[in-house]
């Protein structure tokens, strides 16, 4: 009887699952800080200390504000790679 092998997920495959979990987790702990809950009770739900919550919420926070500060738009000529002539 041959023995069956399981599939390994390759290391690319990993991280983007990872990157997708730690995501999905970064925006509960998110909104539910904005709801104005604790950290104690954003570290119930997300099954974590109240110091892991802190971070991934700070995380969050830090990630949010950097998205809002640079919003590449067409006119941008640095983000596109082209040049406007004046």
Known sequence: ???RRIAIPG???RRIR???HHAARREIAL???QEGKT???VAA???VSVTR???IVRT???LRRAEQVFTPTREDPFVFGEMKDD
Request: aromatic share 4%.
């Open 11 to 13: 290391p690319a495959e």
């Open 39 to 41: 950290l104690a009770a």
């Open 60 to 62: 969050a926070e830090r």
């Open 31 to 33: 909104r539910l800080r």
């Open 18 to 20: 990872r990157e997708s």
């Open 1 to 3: 009887m041959q023995s």
């Open 53 to 55: 919550a802190f971070q």
């Open 45 to 47: 739900v997300l099954g």
